[in-house]
């Protein structure tokens, strides 16, 4: 425990001594969240909400990118206009808090705050969409919904969450399909360039599709604890939402045709991920590109002629580079310093002190491997920003993500039989199971009973296990990714 | 009306005819918004979404250089927690939307959607701040509120609106003070220098405080029917509410004291504010500095060799100069397209065709005055470049600002009696009335009934019309600024 000045960096629980608390501490000690009164709601600290404003800014420019509008609708919906899509209500209703009074008047009908806006969205395209120029529609939202949970994790499952919701609309089923698997390869991207994150692309099996959806994609990420945790999903509506809603459009040949839909989201969940991607004993570790602190420069023995000096001139060399750059000069101690920052997942430490001044040189620690370098602070400090881009934009992003996919791979295996699934996982400790199934729905639910692990998704990529189905016996149709699920 | 393939920019309703309904045209047709069978409530359609994002973009990045910090709070106050403090609940649970189910489940308390959350940040600061070393706290949050309004209009009054809220908390009075008066000066910037519209920066009379305040400071701007529109709020709470959520910290000295606070916001209603300040018959005159849009570029007869060619060219100069700029090369007719970027309210556009081209120049026309000028295209674009880059930061929010200060002034009246109000009102139409006044609640509430005119604040720049109270006669002690408002 480093302690100075009156305040300490605890110490958190360690990973392997009770996972679950080792997350909570460090959502709290490294000051993402705190709770609150409203019981399954959290305040998003300034720390956590600084890495929801980045994941936004970089997901907001490739949705733009790809062409895509924000919108924002209304947070209620009326339970008429829930109930216009029969498997849509189904799954929502029972998890949706409802407005009854407005004031000290009671509604005349109640409203829901949105759990997801497919309905709003609909009823808007009901009214602006009449003719083939006016597809596509390709709109986005960043707001916050609510679901009605039992059981609430900070960022993994709560009452109140952050995300955007897409929602889009087009003449033909083929473009559908092809917006729903483009933003499912735009999370991926974004997870796997941005957070470093590998995840398995796949297609959820009928029984854990989206209520309402013809087909749902998911990113699957396994965490250090070796469950899955969906990151991520974009969902294919065929044109059952636009029959439902009385969504018409007159086509070239001036004839009346139902449009097809797509929605897709992540949510605030995605810093849940990276909790528990990336973070180790120490605390939290942040991707580069998230970080809302890329480098902190820690002078040592900051007292002494001309460190504080230095450590200013790294400071704006960095800054000017576009780096999002601390320079702590506050009375801690450099001890209390690189505990506080390592906590808090900075990737980037700059060590300056007055031997280091002496040698014209710096140390750079990179946080996710605890490594130290020295470098150079010649060349009017180009070398020494060179180094440090270097650093956030290739070897860290690189480096994290070569670990996570190693434990992921680490973590993956192939099973042939129930039994061995089960022997394996006893063995090695949860993690993915590829297996094969023949596509009966309650196979799948016989494999989670026994096993314990669900079916997480049909990836894209496919492989083939065997040639018969891990529960009955019978030909197989599809390698399945399995896993226990956050 | 130009009319073109199959679509028409419809005529909108003057502003002498009907104001109100001349202001409901334009948020329709130039797609702001569209109503939903949400009662109060309103879909923000692109084109107005991202009206708002540049308002967000600009006023965040003020925030950010003043040292403030985004966080998120929930969307739900339990109603023990709105109770909290006295004036506050008295003040906001007439018109809050109340949460009493939970899926099927009756709540045990019921909850209401955050109408405004000072009671979450108060419950928040009483568990983060104990010490002198965690002040000041200076957050921010961007998000929606729901107020059940009975009468509502897209943007200036409806159910659920978005705005910002900031919230802080400080160890002594004279800094909050000093917060207080800082957001409403960079309220009142933002709003003379990026949306072109001036305003009087004042304080509230005591009748018109935020629930809960011990002052409110405001911006009142001038629409173009003469009422008075409150763009910007700014509030000092003493430490009222740390008292009654018992926030306190230990001061130097070891000894329990209580922070003071201040909240602060903007609200969507400053779309409706540059509607009503720069629109004109044609439709929407926007700012550049938060136009999606800032510059158009309409080809003329684009059919002919090397127009559209010429036009790629120029759009591409604009775009590298950071300009946002659109190329508009579909089929409508220059006419069509001439009354639809007007209707949207883009500050430039220009003109380019084969005669242009010919004589190596093109047409610039500005929206908020209809001038059009002749630039040269020599110099590889850059004289070209460099005039719409001198027209979008300077010359046209210079201009629009002074044509609507000359309007302001134009509109401003000095009166000494409430008679005077009356006549001068009957005979110029309505504005912004300065006169003295005593100080009592009774003379405010007589001249909002004898003369229809309202006390919008007391300005910070104070005048000295007369020496007596207009209503009682009886000394003055401040002049106020009355009129009617939105």
């Given at each position: 425990?480093?302690?100075?000045?009156?305040?300490?960096?605890?110490?958190?629980?360690?990973?392997?001594?009770?996972?679950?608390?080792?997350?909570?501490?460090?959502?709290?000690?490294?000051?993402?969240?705190?709770?609150?009164?409203?019981?399954?709601?959290?305040?998003?600290?300034?720390?956590?909400?600084?890495?929801?404003?980045?994941?936004?800014?970089?997901?907001?420019?490739?949705?733009?990118?790809?062409?895509?509008?924000?919108?924002?609708?209304?947070?209620?919906?009326?339970?008429?206009?829930?109930?216009?899509?029969?498997?849509?209500?189904?799954?929502?209703?029972?998890?949706?808090?409802?407005?009854?009074?407005?004031?000290?008047?009671?509604?005349?009908?109640?409203?829901?705050?949105?759990?997801?806006?497919?309905?709003?969205?609909?009823?808007?395209?009901?009214?602006?969409?009449?003719?083939?120029?006016?597809?596509?529609?390709?709109?986005?939202?960043?707001?916050?919904?609510?679901?009605?949970?039992?059981?609430?994790?900070?960022?993994?499952?709560?009452?109140?969450?952050?995300?955007?919701?897409?929602?889009?609309?087009?003449?033909?089923?083929?473009?559908?399909?092809?917006?729903?698997?483009?933003?499912?390869?735009?999370?991926?991207?974004?997870?796997?360039?941005?957070?470093?994150?590998?995840?398995?692309?796949?297609?959820?099996?009928?029984?854990?599709?989206?209520?309402?959806?013809?087909?749902?994609?998911?990113?699957?990420?396994?965490?250090?604890?070796?469950?899955?945790?969906?990151?991520?999903?974009?969902?294919?509506?065929?044109?059952?939402?636009?029959?439902?809603?009385?969504?018409?459009?007159?086509?070239?040949?001036n004839k009346l045709q139902y449009p097809h839909q797509t929605s897709w989201g992540v949510t605030t969940r995605l810093i849940g991920a990276i909790i528990m991607t990336h973070g180790d004993d120490n605390g939290l570790v942040l991707?580069?590109?998230?970080?809302?602190?890329?480098?902190?420069?820690?002078?040592?023995?900051?007292?002494?002629?001309?460190?504080?000096?230095?450590?200013?001139?790294?400071?704006?060399?960095?800054?000017?580079?576009?780096?999002?750059?601390?320079?702590?000069?506050?009375?801690?101690?450099?001890?209390?310093?690189?505990?506080?920052?390592?906590?808090?997942?900075?990737?980037?430490?700059?060590?300056?002190?007055?031997?280091?001044?002496?040698?014209?040189?710096?140390?750079?620690?990179?946080?996710?491997?605890?490594?130290?370098?020295?470098?150079?602070?010649?060349?009017?400090?180009?070398?020494?920003?060179?180094?440090?881009?270097?650093?956030?934009?290739?070897?860290?992003?690189?480096?994290?993500?070569?670990?996570?996919?190693?434990?992921?791979?680490?973590?993956?295996?192939?099973?042939?039989?129930?039994?061995?699934?089960?022997?394996?996982?006893?063995?090695?400790?949860?993690?993915?199971?590829?297996?094969?199934?023949?596509?009966?729905?309650?196979?799948?639910?016989?494999?989670?009973?026994?096993?314990?692990?669900?079916?997480?998704?049909?990836?894209?990529?496919?492989?083939?296990?065997?040639?018969?189905?891990?529960?009955?016996?019978?030909?197989?149709?599809?390698?399945?990714?399995?896993?226990?699920?956050?």
């Open positions: 425990m480093a302690k100075n000045n009156g305040k300490m960096v605890e110490a958190i629980t360690s990973m392997e001594e009770d996972f679950a608390k080792w997350y909570t501490d460090i959502v709290k000690k490294a000051e993402l969240i705190e709770y609150t009164s409203v019981k399954g709601c959290m305040v998003i600290r300034p720390y956590g909400y600084a890495i929801w404003e980045n994941i936004q800014k970089i997901l907001d420019g490739m949705f733009k990118a790809t062409g895509h509008e924000n919108v924002c609708m209304p947070m209620f919906i009326p339970e008429s206009l829930l109930q216009k899509e029969k498997d849509h209500v189904e799954g929502f209703a029972p998890e949706v808090a409802w407005v009854t009074y407005g004031g000290n008047e009671k509604l005349e009908e109640r409203l829901c705050v949105r759990p997801t806006s497919e309905t709003l969205f609909c009823e808007h395209y009901a009214n602006i969409i009449h003719s083939y120029r006016d597809l596509p529609k390709l709109y986005n939202q960043w707001v916050s919904v609510v679901r009605w949970e039992k059981t609430t994790r900070p960022f993994l499952r709560s009452r109140e969450f952050l995300w955007q919701e897409g929602h889009t609309i087009h003449a033909t089923a083929e473009e559908a399909i092809e917006e729903t698997e483009r933003m499912l390869n735009t999370y991926a991207e974004f997870c796997e360039k941005s957070l470093a994150m590998p995840v398995i692309k796949g297609r959820k099996t009928d029984s854990d599709k989206f209520a309402g959806a013809e087909s749902t994609y998911a990113i699957e990420a396994l965490m250090h604890d070796g469950k899955a945790l969906q990151a991520g999903t974009s969902h294919y509506f065929g044109d059952g939402f636009a029959k439902a809603f009385g969504i018409q459009y007159t086509n070239k040949e991707p580069p590109a998230v970080a809302p602190i890329q480098a902190v420069i820690v002078p040592v023995a900051q007292h002494k002629e001309g460190v504080l000096e230095k450590a200013g001139e790294l400071y704006e060399k960095l800054k000017s580079a576009g780096i999002r750059v601390k320079l702590d000069d506050s009375e801690n101690s450099a001890g209390w310093k690189y505990a506080e920052y390592e906590m808090k997942g900075v990737p980037v430490r700059i060590e300056i002190g007055p031997k280091d001044i002496e040698n014209n040189r710096c140390v750079l620690a990179t946080r996710y491997n605890g490594e130290k370098t020295t470098v150079s602070l010649e060349n009017m400090l180009e070398t020494f920003k060179d180094k440090v881009v270097s650093l956030l934009e290739d070897e860290i992003p690189q480096g994290m993500f070569d670990k996570a996919l190693e434990n992921m791979k680490k973590r993956t295996y192939a099973c042939k039989t129930m039994d061995e699934i089960v022997k394996v996982l006893a063995e090695n400790g949860d993690g993915f199971v590829k297996a094969m199934w023949c596509g009966d729905e309650e196979c799948e639910d016989k494999v989670k009973e026994a096993t314990g692990v669900g079916s997480r998704c049909v990836p894209f990529e496919q492989e083939e296990i065997s040639d018969t189905c891990v529960c009955c016996g019978k030909p197989a149709k599809k390698m399945v990714l399995w896993a226990k699920a956050y």
